[in-house]
């Protein structure tokens, strides 16, 4: 008996020595999952704001920033990219200046890379419930809302719209964005925009292109820790 167990004792070496994964055909560790981040290149109706050190999260806070997940193309109606044009617009889908003209929450700042910095958002707009009072509702029981930027400055005057837009609670949560929100809030305009509408007599379209590999997903650097899918939405929007 003790002249096998002394003969078998090599073989219990070696077995211990191998891996149960390498025998079940499994890991003990979790694969680690790469997250592909394109480098920044040139882009046709708008510009990457990395090229020239912006990115695709503003600057909610010092450490946090929103998503940036809308891009509206300048291979848009041109009259969408002037700014009474784009307040007309979005007011065919469903959005509106904010209730009684006044400004509720912070002022949000982005680099879109196109030579201006970071600067304040250009525009703030609440999702439009009822003809009278509509964003006041938005402003109370929460909904969807977005900011928008021109890149306009000397070093890329593209003139594209680029968007950071979430749904959000009501006033008695201080608008927090709700879980998820940031990709429910593109996703409810992309809708919208996907629909069309009218206002004042002048009727639009959008098309979409999804982009993936520009910004990172995920809740790094994020503003309240809510992760988001990386997604960006390229609209270009058609008068019909």
Not at 129 to 140: D, K, V
Not at 198 to 209: L, P, Y
Request: hydrophobic fraction near 40%.
């Amino acid at each position: 008996m003790l002249k096998t167990l002394v003969l078998l004792s090599p073989l219990f070496s070696l077995a211990s020595a191998i891996p149960l994964s390498s025998l079940w055909g499994w890991s003990q560790q979790p694969a680690a999952v790469s997250v592909s981040v394109e480098a920044p290149k040139e882009e046709l109706g708008w510009s990457d704001p990395r090229i020239l050190g912006g990115q695709f999260i503003d600057f909610t806070t010092p450490r946090y920033g929103e998503p940036l997940n809308v891009i509206i193309s300048n291979q848009s109606d041109p009259f969408v990219l002037t700014e009474s044009g784009f307040r007309m617009y979005y007011k065919s889908i469903g959005f509106s200046e904010e209730c009684l003209g006044l400004h509720y929450g912070h002022v949000h700042k982005a680099d879109l890379g196109d030579g201006d910095g970071r600067k304040s958002e250009h525009i703030l707009a609440r999702q439009h419930y009822f003809p009278r009072w509509g964003t006041c509702w938005e402003s109370l029981i929460g909904g969807n809302h977005f900011r928008a930027w021109k890149q306009n400055g000397t070093m890329a005057d593209t003139g594209a719209w680029f968007l950071g837009v979430s749904k959000e609670k009501d006033s008695t949560k201080n608008h927090m964005i709700v879980p998820d929100g940031y990709n429910i809030g593109r996703d409810l305009l992309v809708q919208s925009a996907l629909a069309g509408g009218s206002w004042n007599g002048m009727r639009w379209r959008a098309v979409v292109e999804w982009r993936n590999g520009l910004l990172e997903p995920g809740y790094k650097g994020i503003n309240h820790g809510i992760a988001q899918d990386g997604r960006i939405a390229i609209l270009t929007v058609n008068r019909i």
